[in-house]
């Protein structure tokens, strides 16, 4: 089973509903026992980074998913899940988990798009991601594949830790980790098959793990 | 980089699409949530949903369509028509829709938007815009004015003014059909696009006049649109959206091609 991590932000039916239709059996929770049995666990979420810290601290979530990890727990970070799992982020000037260094930047506003016209903001849309390392979740998944994103602050790990990045006004790093332990700023679960060929990815390293 | 989105919009009526769908090949099609599947498995970017039921009970099933669609599709989706209240948008979220579009309910009272930011997020937020063109005048500066209840309504609102005034309240993109150009097939309102994307930092999706994909590709490159909604030009057949998006890729515009 995969747990996908409940913590009262951010859309976790539409990850739930994904891993459903590739029949991979899962768990919207934010219990210890549950996520503690879990092959592994997706950290999903839309939303603010502020009020998520403020919810995985009140619910003790940040210790129990900090252990979990420690113990060698598969992980797959997704969006804010993603930017969350570094040292701190530029939205609402939130300390975050501190589960792998780095931090979470903002899109500079002065940024251009091909027409030399400032980006929009936030990030909206499909991009290509473009790996710098081999990454196991990528595996069948066709290198000219795009992915939907939406975001207007992005991660900035330490760069060995550095798997895939994007371009958008910027190259900024859209993919990040180690094995057993994943990070993407966009949405498997909105990303058509190649997404899901990566939600699939995952499950098989949980149950290899 | 990033691809500029094609989105097909279906419209929606007690739980039934306003008009069967023929695509390419005479598969006739009356169900939503079949078509979504069909246009999902084809390369559509992102599908639009607008909802012209009137009565309360067809909401519901609206909401069925929208859980089944949920299910069905692994790209964002939207819902708009009749999204009148926070617990309209949230219905509409919770059955599984990426966003909810407003459009004359964000006219009426513009708190409908910022209160859905707060409480959802400004990407789930489009603001649909119907817009007339008009003699500038001091009232509509631009040329440009707001219309609801489909064109039939006036509103002596300027359309660039309102296009700002959307997203200082939070929205996350903007929606903009031209009443002049819906439904002539001789291309989308290029300058009103392009007035109102250059003028706002939200993207805006480009709606009304598509007849070819040169049409499709002018509102991407020209109207600086970031995406393109078409209708009947793949609903009867006329192209599929591989080839709509072969064109724009000859033509030089970034658009997804993998799927």
């Known amino acids: 089973m995969i747990a996908v991590l409940n913590y009262r932000a951010g859309n976790l039916t539409s990850v739930k509903r994904a891993l459903d239709h590739e029949n991979i059996p899962s768990a919207i929770t934010d219990d210890a026992e549950s996520l503690a049995q879990a092959r592994g666990i997706i950290f999903p979420g839309v939303g603010a980074a502020g009020s998520a810290m403020h919810n995985l601290r009140n619910s003790g979530l940040d210790k129990i998913l900090k252990e979990l990890l420690a113990r060698g727990k598969p992980m797959l970070g997704i969006c804010l899940g993603c930017q969350i799992i570094l040292d701190k982020s530029m939205e609402n000037h939130a300390s975050t988990l501190s589960i792998l260094p780095g931090s979470c930047e903002r899109f500079q506003d002065e940024l251009q798009d091909e027409h030399g016209d400032p980006i929009n903001i936030p990030h909206m849309g499909w991009n290509n991601v473009n790996l710098v390392k081999q990454c196991e979740l990528f595996q069948d998944v066709p290198r000219e594949a795009e992915f939907y994103f939406v975001h207007s602050y992005f991660p900035v790990p330490h760069k060995d830790l550095v798997i895939g990045d994007t371009h958008y006004g910027r190259e900024f790093c859209s993919v990040f980790g180690r094995p057993g332990l994943w990070a993407m700023q966009f949405h498997p679960e909105k990303s058509g098959r190649p997404g899901l060929k990566i939600l699939n990815n995952f499950y098989k390293y949980c149950m290899n793990a | ?259």
């Open chain 2, 1 to 259: 980089m990033l691809s500029k989105r094609v989105i097909p919009c279906l419209d929606v009526r007690d739980g039934k699409l306003t008009k069967g769908i023929k695509f390419k090949g005479n598969v006739e099609i009356g169900d939503p949530v079949e078509t979504a599947r069909h246009y999902y498995e084809h390369g559509a970017d992102e599908i639009v949903f607008y909802d012209i039921t009137a009565s309360a009970e067809a909401r519901g099933i609206m909401l069925q369509v929208v859980e089944k669609v949920a299910e069905t599709i692994f790209i964002p989706f939207s819902v708009g028509g009749g999204i009148a209240s926070l617990e309209d948008m949230r219905a509409a979220l919770l059955a599984g829709a990426e966003k909810v579009s407003v459009n004359s309910a964000a006219v009426k009272k513009p708190e409908i938007i910022s209160q859905g930011a707060e409480a959802f997020g400004s990407q789930c937020i489009v603001v649909g815009m119907d817009v007339l063109r008009v003699e500038k005048s001091p009232q509509c500066p631009s040329g440009y004015e707001i219309v609801i209840h489909g064109g039939r309504r006036r509103m002596g609102m300027d359309a660039l003014w309102w296009a700002k005034e959307v997203q200082k309240l939070g929205a996350g993109e903007i929606c903009l059909n031209s009443i002049d150009a819906d439904g002539t097939r001789d291309g989308y309102e290029l300058k009103l696009t392009r007035l109102i994307a250059q003028n706002v930092r939200i993207p805006v999706i480009a709606s009304g006049g598509a007849g070819n994909p040169e049409h499709m590709v002018q509102a991407v490159t020209q109207g600086r649109a970031s995406a393109a909604l078409i209708a009947s030009i793949v609903h009867y057949g006329e192209y599929t959206i591989q080839e709509v998006k072969d064109y724009m890729h000859q033509a030089g515009v970034k658009v997804r091609r993998t799927w």
